[in-house]
């Protein structure tokens, strides 16, 4: 089980036909928090034409998106169609519109509302979540030098080391490998590793 966010707030802007976008993207997770970020951007851009929006939740699977006075479907779905198509969830996006005289058309909207979302979206840093488990290793010095393949093998994320009479790791691996990688561990210890379950987290794989 793993879904994509961001890892912080970004923005990307450009000039269509003399009108200014301004695309951002924020990392929320409920829908207190969306709305709140989609204000802020309204209360910072108060002059805009529009602040039009997009956000997608994992909490009760929940997508809103709003035109904010542009025809129709030209500005919002637009948006939402972008952060789909990118995978991202707990996730809001805001493109700001300064309208700059000339008339862009229903297609021409829509190309610039997804340009401004799709723009962001480059702009983003991706954070790959997976349900994982930390773990806690203890091992002898002797043995050390045979984790790091298995690790490799499993895609197991080293955290830390600690070197004093044994060696002591933590690591994060996903919750559906977890198993088989303690079985590997033991099996080329030959049951010479302690392994501890520390906690189940959400962790990023990216």
């Not at 058309?105 to 979206?121: C, E, F, N, S």
Request: hydrophobic residues 40%; aromatic residues 8%; proline residues 2%.
């Amino acid at each position: 089980m793993e879904y994509k966010t961001i890892a912080r707030r970004c923005e990307a802007r450009f000039i269509e036909k003399k009108s200014e976008f301004i695309g951002y993207l924020c990392p929320v997770s409920d829908e207190e928090q969306a709305t709140a970020f989609v204000e802020e951007i309204r209360s910072l851009h108060r002059k805009a034409t529009h602040n039009c929006y997009a956000y997608i939740l994992r909490e009760n699977n929940i997508a809103r998106h709003s035109d904010d006075g542009e025809p129709g479907g030209t500005a919002g779905v637009p948006i939402y169609e972008v952060l789909r198509k990118e995978g991202l969830t707990d996730i809001c996006c805001v493109v700001t519109r300064y309208f700059g005289g000339i008339m862009l058309g229903a297609g021409g909207l829509v190309r610039a509302y997804t340009r401004g979302a799709k723009d962001a979206a480059d702009a983003a840093e991706i954070k790959l979540m997976a349900l994982a488990e930390r773990l806690e290793l203890t091992v002898d010095y002797s043995l050390y030098g045979k984790l790091p393949q298995v690790f490799a093998e499993l895609d197991a994320r080293v955290e830390s080391e600690e070197f004093s009479d044994s060696v002591k790791i933590n690591l994060c691996i996903r919750e559906e490998s977890s198993e088989t990688l303690k079985a590997k561990l033991v099996d080329i210890c030959s049951g010479n590793i302690d392994v501890k379950t520390a906690q189940k987290i959400w962790y990023d794989f990216a």
